[in-house]
């Protein structure tokens, strides 16, 4: 599996961008999740939202709870993490990530495949 993460720049604090995440190299079941995850400075990876690969369900973080919506487009086989009311917290860099099971879908562990991660810098 590749994934090819995108989206990411340079927004002021109460801005949006919409992250996207292709995905390729295999045909994708209903068995896949797809998650995103963010690593700030000098701090661990974290999880933000993960998606099964039907869209019928989706998970979050509380910090991005209200603020943040995990989408898939299985015709374009595309992940997108849409980020509204952005904070100077949220500035990390953003990796989409993809596993063939469910798991613990708030781990590192969990997922296989992993992409080259996007910048998201909030600026207050």
């Known amino acids: 599996v590749q994934l090819q993460a995108s989206g990411g720049g340079l927004v002021q604090a109460g801005g949006s961008l919409?992250?996207?995440c292709a995905a390729s190299g295999r045909t994708f079941s209903s068995r896949y999740v797809m998650g995103w995850f963010r690593q700030a400075?000098?701090?661990e990876r974290e999880f933000v939202a993960a998606i099964s690969w039907s869209g019928g369900s989706t998970f979050y973080a509380d910090s991005v709870k209200g603020r943040f919506t995990i989408s898939i487009d299985n015709a374009k086989n595309t992940v997108y993490l849409q980020m509204n009311s952005l904070k100077p917290e949220d500035t990390a860099v953003y990796?989409?990530?993809?596993?063939n099971g469910w798991?613990?879908?708030?781990?590192?562990?969990?997922?296989?495949?992993?992409?080259q991660g996007t910048?998201?810098?909030v600026s207050s």
């Not at 990796?95 to 596993?99: E, F, I, T």
């Not at 798991?103 to 992409?115: D, E, I, L, M, Q």
Request: net charge positive.
């Open 18 to 20: 919409r992250l996207s």
């Open 103 to 115: 798991g613990a879908v708030f781990s590192t562990s969990n997922y296989h495949w992993w992409g």
């Open 41 to 43: 400075p000098g701090k």
């Open 119 to 121: 910048l998201v810098t």
């Open 95 to 99: 990796y989409c990530a993809a596993d």
